[in-house]
């Protein structure tokens, strides 16, 4: 087998040099770099000065004869030349230097751990240069690589002193750092799924770049995927597609449940009623379709946009012109149009209390509509481009608005004034959506990028890169924990987001993600999916 341990010395031999050495010596060396502010590891354990510090601090309290301490210091100066060599072929070796979390170091990584054989000095070892990682710049590689080899091996991470530490490039997949010390520590381009960070002190970390494992890849629609949607139990998830058809997937396991067909044209919309009960989807052939009640015809162009009122009383919708029309679920009758956009509508959603229907806009406008008397309430100006798409926050006192002009917008509905504008996508805002505490915003973009906001701040706290065409739908469940995504590249991807937003909201007011990171898609053989047809009804 040919890996990155030997095309030099093997990395368990070097390891090896260090089993002879009093382990509780890494403890005092760090504590001196520390207090002496040290930036130069290796340099400072070449200098005698601190050898002496060392002797004196390790002796200090002890009653020893004579011969006793000559020959513990005859120990400690073993110690430190070995713990000087071993750091210094460490510091010019691969593992410095390159990931060895990546696939391609999977089966020299394991043959490490073998070769390692659990050894408690060795371990001792790893963790002191994961702990150099916050004093000496030039050791962050190795530093990160030793945390990702002791994640891997299963250490015990409990309650460890990680302050400072400064972690880069590397997979700390279901690492659990329980009660660890991380004030001040800093992540960059790490993959944290499944971290477990009970009661760990995060004050003041820096976060970049982090990565999260998708839960699932669903793929089975033939073309476009337009609009997603869970139920309100949060089991099943629905898109709707470019292909005609909708699918409804289990949530738990990423299997496909059904296959909806009915509509004769593109699948632009698809809602869920409150109950769960009832799927309403709109299309390009210009209907409205409810699974198990009825179809709605009234248009003579393409339906975009589709929303139940909280009730479920009522169903919204938007075709291509200016108009906005309100229809009665039980009967299927249309109860009032609603006229006053003087361009194409493609959003509308109704307010949590449903007394407020919002909608968007190619006028570049949003109004607000009275949805018992029809009239308009509101009219919010500020993007320079098509509104796409309209939200309302969980309280009713917010609403977020994404454009062709890249933008996101915050809009205080108290005031209808505009609070913040979020930048970042490089392309076409296609969909915003709230989580389900208020506290984050996602969005989709014609960037392919799928970005999380903080509300309060308005900065962007991470960025799911995965999909590989424009992101037209997100949407969060309604537990909060996960978020779907549907997109251009035909997929629909369900991603894992409770452990990226614990850590970012977790001492919000100290912590520093900072802007622009990005949580990147990895893909994980996604399981095969069931595209068998099943009947056209929506089993609870």
Not at 268 to 277: A, E, Q, R, W, Y
Not at 376 to 396: E, I
């Amino acid at each position: 087998m040919q890996g990155p341990f030997q095309e030099q010395e093997a990395l368990a031999d070097i390891f090896d040099q260090v089993k002879g050495v009093d382990q509780k010596i890494f403890g005092v060396i760090l504590q001196i770099f520390r207090k002496e502010k040290v930036q130069d590891c290796l340099g400072h354990l070449s200098n005698n000065g601190i050898q002496i510090h060392l002797e004196q601090q390790i002796i200090q309290g002890k009653n020893l004869t004579k011969v006793e301490n000559e020959q513990k210091l005859s120990v400690i100066r073993s110690d430190m030349k070995i713990i000087r060599d071993v750091l210094k072929k460490i510091k010019d070796h691969d593992f410095n230097k390159l990931d060895y979390s990546n696939e391609e170091y999977k089966e020299s990584v394991k043959d490490l751990i073998i070769g390692i054989k659990y050894d408690i000095k060795i371990i001792k070892f790893l963790q002191f240069l994961v702990n150099l990682t916050s004093i000496d710049n030039t050791l962050i590689e190795c530093g990160s690589n030793s945390l990702h080899i002791l994640v891997q091996m299963k250490a015990n991470l409990r309650n460890q002193n990680l302050k400072n530490i400064k972690i880069e490039d590397t997979s700390l997949v279901g690492a659990k750092l329980v009660l660890c010390n991380l004030r001040e520590s800093q992540f960059n381009n790490a993959n944290i799924s499944l971290i477990y960070l009970y009661e760990a002190l995060q004050f003041n970390c820096k976060l970049v770049n982090l990565r999260i494992h998708e839960l699932n890849k669903l793929n089975g629609h033939t073309s476009s995927v337009k609009q997603i949607c869970f139920s309100p139990d949060g089991n099943i998830l629905a898109s709707g597609s470019d292909d005609k058809s909708i699918r409804l997937w289990d949530v738990k396991t990423g299997q496909q449940k059904a296959q909806l067909y009915g509509h004769r044209y593109k699948v632009n919309s698809v809602c869920f009623s409150p109950d769960g009960n009832t799927l309403a989807s709109g299309s390009n052939d210009n209907s409205i379709q409810q699974k198990k009640i009825s179809k709605f015809v009234g248009y003579k162009l393409p339906v975009y946009s589709i929303r139940f009122s909280p009730n479920g009383n009522i169903i919204a919708s938007c075709i291509w012109d200016e108009t906005i029309r309100l229809w009665d679920v039980k009967t299927g009758l249309l109860k009032v149009q609603l006229d006053g956009h003087t361009d194409h509508v493609y959003s509308v959603y109704f307010s949590p209390d449903g007394n407020t229907l919002a909608s968007g806009s190619d006028d570049n406008s949003i109004r607000l509509w009275d949805v018992k008397t029809g009239q308009q309430k509101a009219q919010l100006d500020g993007h320079d481009g098509c509104v796409n798409s309209v939200c309302f926050s969980p309280d009713g006192n917010k609403l977020a608005s994404g454009s062709t002009d890249n933008s996101i917008r915050l809009w205080d509905l108290n005031t209808g004034q505009q609070k913040v504008q979020f930048i970042g996508h490089t392309g076409t805002v296609y969909s915003v959506y709230f989580s389900p505490d208020g506290k984050t915003l996602a969005s989709g973009s014609d960037d392919n990028s799928i970005r999380l906001w903080d509300v309060k701040t308005g900065q962007q706290k991470a960025k799911l890169d995965g999909h590989t065409g424009t992101v037209y739908s997100v949407c969060f469940s309604p537990d909060g924990n996960k978020l779907a995504s549907g997109s251009y590249d035909k997929s629909v991807c369900l991603w894992d987001v409770t452990t990226a937003l614990e850590i970012l909201f977790q001492d919000n007011s100290n912590n520093e993600i900072l802007e622009n990171g990005n949580i990147s898609l990895l893909q994980n053989n996604p399981p095969m999916v069931n595209t068998n047809i099943l009947e056209s009804t929506i089993q609870k």
